[in-house]
Every structure is written in C-alpha cells, then in structure tokens.
C-alpha cells in the first residue's frame, strides 16, 4: 500500500526537498505553499498531513489543522516547524498535532 501525504511549506525549496524525500522512501504526496491551497483539499483523502505551522502569517498553520479536524476528527497531523523550543512542541503537540517536526 502506498501511502499518501499532504505537504503544507510556504518555503518552496524545502517542500521541494521534503517532496523529493518523501516520494524516495515510496509515499505518494500532494504539495500546497499556501494556506488557501491547501484549505481547498481539506476533505482530500490523506493518510497524513505535514504541516509548516507559520506558512503566510503566525497561525495559518493551526487554523488549517483545525480544519483538517473539522472534516476528520482521526486524521493525523503532523507540525513542520522551525521553531524548536520545547514550549512550541508542548503547544503544537497540547493543540492537536500528533506529531512536532523540527
């Protein structure tokens, strides 16, 4: 079975990069840079979101994952952030995500 995943980077070179890795190790994937995109492809059958928590403005990123939640409470939801601190992956994690990618 492959599996796939929805990547969320407004950084175009590193959803390149995270694409080019993913596909490597055999997952299929659909890329979005923006929140809008990617809002549009919320009831989209994913077996995983990777989302960049900041993407156009602070909390793009959260307010996708609670969208994402709205259409499928189960679907799981992965944070990409640079931000690093343990606080921000306690909240990350504490807000949904069900995992915190540094």
């Known amino acids: 079975m492959m599996y796939h995943v929805c990547i969320v980077e407004d950084d175009r070179n590193m959803l390149n990069i995270i694409r080019l890795v993913m596909e490597a190790s055999g997952f299929r994937t659909s ?17 995983v979101w990777l989302l960049d928590i900041m993407l156009e403005t602070p909390t793009a990123g959260l307010d996708l994952m609670k969208a994402v ?3 499928n409470p189960n679907q799981a939801i992965c944070f990409l952030s640079a931000r690093d601190s343990e606080l921000d992956k306690i909240t990350g994690l504490e807000i949904g995500g069900d995992d915190y990618i540094t």
Not at 33 to 38: I, K, L, M, V, Y
Not at 39 to 45: I, P, Q
């Open 31 to 47: 890329c979005f840079g923006t929140f809008e995109e990617a809002r549009e492809h919320v009831g989209s059958d994913y077996d």
């Open 69 to 71: 939640r709205e259409v």
